[in-house]
């Protein structure tokens, strides 16, 4: 056995080496010929991986070839789905084949995720790996879903200093849990809801360090409204329902309700639903809050409509409550005192001008609408100035040349600095560097002359001058950064379908990344890049790709900047990946969803260009890349 072991390793280095000759390595040279050969081929080499590793990583196939998922079922339905198929022929066999393929590599990345180390990576991993488990096999996809709901309210993270293992915050929770819903909604939406109703309400504040249902529910809310993309005539009796849980009596009602709500009146069938949701609530609400927000719906829906069918009935008993509620508020300012609110009593307040008003003007009777105008405007009077409307601080009026003389005359040099480097990102790029140049402190005006050309890059790329963009890009002090500048030009200029300048730009934004420092975000440079080539020149962005693992591997931590730091003056422009703030980990690099191609193209050298990755996590995300292929072709071909 030990032998064994000596000859599987060594044919591992030998396949290695013939990856470091790519191109040369073509599969012609291994007995599998076609994709499909190719994908054989891939999982056969990673058969012998997972024969060479120690027995507790082993992954066998059999009556124990899924033991490593969680739980009973999962194993059970497992077995089922794969071998419970009896000697299918002709095409039914090759979709049987290829599902199983997929089963392996799907449980290769569950197996490969255990080796991370971060808690909420390793789950963001299972939960990418249990989308595509759903699909091969939906009852143990189900099952793994179900157990990653329960790992969210015991997940314990390391904190920054000590060590110590503590209980992940609510915002940490409440950031998965959306991940899980997203993805669980689009399978089964019913299935979503009942992941939540497993939970009582006190074993969810308590397992959650507070994140109640009320608020896992509202987070549904969001996730199935997003799902839908505003078409949910499918998901009215779903979202109705789940509404009436976020809802609780005496209470505000949250924004994300209000967001919602306000979005739903172009969609009138779920938006009348949901407006009558909240309208039977109103006795057990808080009422401004409610009203405020029953009105900007209203307002909206019946904006350019003719009556207020078919909400006539609801409609004007909200009118009542609005006019009986405005009166009471008028009487209390009318008291003398100085009137201060609630926040909602304010909001409320203010919809009485905005929402309420015209909708009394348009379908209410002239007394009414004389009534609430004077009600409207003694109540928005007598609100304290601290609590109306004013204009942002800072802006000055006045040329270019005024600004600058008036920012001189300030005798202290670093306010001076601060107001001329809020002024250089104010203005035109054109006109900024003649304000950054002013500054005194240098850092700050290295600083901020480096932002005034990131803006000036971004700006005319917007503006499609892609040829000035690239002469304002090629003069940034930082090879890393010139190239990130190049990659999102030559983006641009292929998605304006000049393939051949967006080509050469890849190209020089290559040249650059070679010459940056050994940082992740050189590495990300490379990644961005082959998923930029794959649609174009397969070959090439392999070649940038094994470029990419190099640098990966090779990279060393960034120093983090402090946005708090004087030389960014209280002010930093933040652009995306261009942000001079943008210190990536090598484990955040998210790797371009083009990279699918290559996994389709040749899934056999992905699979080799996985073995090199020292990374986990970049690893098992790679895996997932051909996981996802191979999945995507067992549901084109039926399985």
Not at 27 to 39: A, E, F, K, L, N
Not at 128 to 138: G, I, N, P
Not at 587 to 608: G, K, N, S, T, W
Request: neutral net charge; proline residues 5%.
């Amino acid at each position: 056995m030990k032998r064994f072991h000596v000859l599987v390793r060594q044919t591992i280095r030998e396949l290695r080496d013939q990856g470091e000759r790519f191109p040369d390595l073509r599969t012609r040279r291994w007995p599998c010929r076609g994709t499909r050969g190719r994908i054989r081929g891939a999982l056969v080499v990673g058969g012998i991986l997972l024969v060479s590793t120690p027995p507790d990583l082993q992954i066998t196939w059999g009556s124990r070839r899924l033991e490593k998922l969680d739980g009973p079922s999962e194993r059970a339905q497992a077995v089922s789905a794969v071998e419970g198929r009896q000697e299918p022929g002709g095409q039914e066999q090759e979709v049987a084949e290829k599902r199983r393929d997929a089963f392996l590599l799907v449980q290769e990345v569950l197996e490969e995720a255990k080796r991370i180390s971060d808690p909420a990576q390793r789950w963001r991993i299972r939960l990418q790996a249990a989308d595509l488990l759903w699909t091969l096999d939906e009852p143990a996809g189900r099952s793994l879903c179900e157990n990653l709901m329960d790992e969210i309210v015991r997940m314990e993270v390391k904190e920054e200093r000590g060590g110590r293992e503590r209980p992940a915050n609510v915002g940490l929770r409440r950031a998965l849990f959306r991940e899980l819903l997203h993805v669980v909604i689009r399978r089964d939406s019913r299935f979503a809801a009942r992941l939540i109703e497993r939970l009582t309400d006190e074993e969810a504040e308590r397992a959650t360090g507070g994140l109640t249902r009320a608020a896992l529910y509202q987070e549904m809310l969001a996730a199935l409204w997003d799902a839908s993309a505003g078409d949910v005539s499918r998901e009215v009796s779903l979202l109705t329902d789940v509404l009436g849980r976020v809802l609780s009596p005496g209470g505000e009602i949250p924004p994300l309700v209000s967001v919602l709500l306000t979005s739903a009146a172009s969609s009138p069938e779920a938006g009348d639903a949901l407006f009558r949701v909240v309208f039977s609530r109103l006795p057990m609400l808080s009422q401004d809050s409610a009203l405020a927000v029953l009105g900007a719906y209203l307002s909206r829906r019946f904006r350019t409509a003719d009556s207020l069918a078919p909400l006539e009935r609801e409609a004007q008993a909200i009118f009542a409550h609005v006019l009986a509620r405005a009166e009471m508020l008028w009487q209390q300012a009318r008291a003398g005192r100085a009137f201060s609110g609630s926040r909602e009593t304010r909001r409320f307040i203010v919809s009485l001008t905005h929402d309420y008003l015209p909708l009394f003007q348009k379908f209410g009777d002239p007394a009414q609408v004389a009534q609430l105008t004077v009600y409207a405007q003694t109540l928005l009077g007598a609100l304290p100035d601290e609590q109306r409307s004013v204009s942002p601080p800072g802006v000055a009026g006045g040329t270019l040349e005024e600004e600058l003389q008036a920012i001189e005359r300030e005798p202290r040099a670093r306010v001076r600095d601060q107001r001329l480097r809020e002024l250089a990102l104010r203005v035109p790029p054109e006109q900024a560097r003649k304000a950054a140049e002013k500054i005194s402190d240098i850092r700050m005006r290295e600083v901020t002359l480096e932002e005034v050309k990131i803006r000036q890059t971004m700006e005319q790329t917007a503006r499609r001058q892609f040829e000035e963009a690239q002469q304002v890009a090629a003069t940034l002090g930082d090879a890393g950064r010139r190239a990130r500048a190049f990659i999102e030009i030559a983006r641009a200029l292929l998605n304006d379908r000049q393939i051949e300048s967006g080509r050469a730009l890849l190209e020089r934004a290559v040249q650059e990344a070679m010459r940056a420092a050994r940082t992740p975000r050189r590495a990300e440079c490379f990644f961005d890049v082959a998923g930029l080539l794959a649609p174009l020149d397969a070959t090439r962005a392999f070649h940038i790709l094994m470029e990419a693992i190099q640098a990966a591997n090779e990279a060393g931590p960034e120093e983090k900047v402090n946005v708090r730091d004087e030389v960014f003056g209280g002010v930093l422009f933040t652009p995306g990946k261009l942000s001079l703030t943008y210190r990536p980990e090598i484990e955040e690099i998210e790797l371009p969803a083009e990279l699918l191609l290559l996994a389709r193209e040749d899934p056999y050298m992905v699979r080799l260009v996985s073995w090199r990755i020292r990374s986990p996590l970049l690893r098992s995300r790679f895996l997932l890349l051909l996981a996802r292929a191979l999945v995507e072709d067992v549901r084109k071909t039926g399985g």
